[in-house]
């Protein structure tokens, strides 16, 4: 059974940092291709940031390039998005996902987690 945990959300102020993380099991995890999308309140989910199975390929949505980095650690079967500078424009329930192939569009992502809620005061 496969299994995407996320945590890692939490309310924080604006200009503030959070670090999400996604502990995967029942898959393999290092041919997977991972990404981050995320949903607010009355908005349709949207891309946030993808990595390729190596690491070796990262890509970040414009809204929050430069603020934001995903990564991955094989080892531990986990995906992480750090974000900086959190904006308020930034609170939505975020999700992590598993690919076969490196993808941007989330009809490609197969196994999705239940989401953590990231909530950005002003």
């Known amino acids: 059974q496969v299994q995407l945990v996320e945590s890692g959300g939490g309310l924080v102020q604006a200009g503030d940092s959070l670090r999400l993380s996604c502990a995967a099991s029942?898959?393999?995890?290092?041919?997977?291709?991972m990404g981050w999308f995320r949903q607010a309140p009355g908005k349709e989910r949207e891309f946030v940031a993808a990595?390729?199975?190596?690491?070796?390929?990262?890509y970040c949505a414009d809204s929050v390039k430069g603020r934001f980095a995903i990564s991955r650690d094989n080892a531990k079967s986990t995906v992480y998005l750090q974000m900086n500078s959190l904006k308020p424009e930034d609170t939505a329930v975020y999700y992590c996902?598993?690919?076969?192939?490196?993808?941007?569009?989330?009809?490609?992502?197969?196994?999705w987690g239940r989401g953590t809620q990231v909530t950005v005061s002003s």
């Open positions: 996902a598993a690919s076969p192939r490196y993808s941007l569009g989330a009809r490609d992502y197969d196994y």
């Open positions: 029942g898959l393999t995890f290092s041919s997977r291709a």
């Open positions: 990595i390729s199975r190596s690491a070796g390929i990262t």
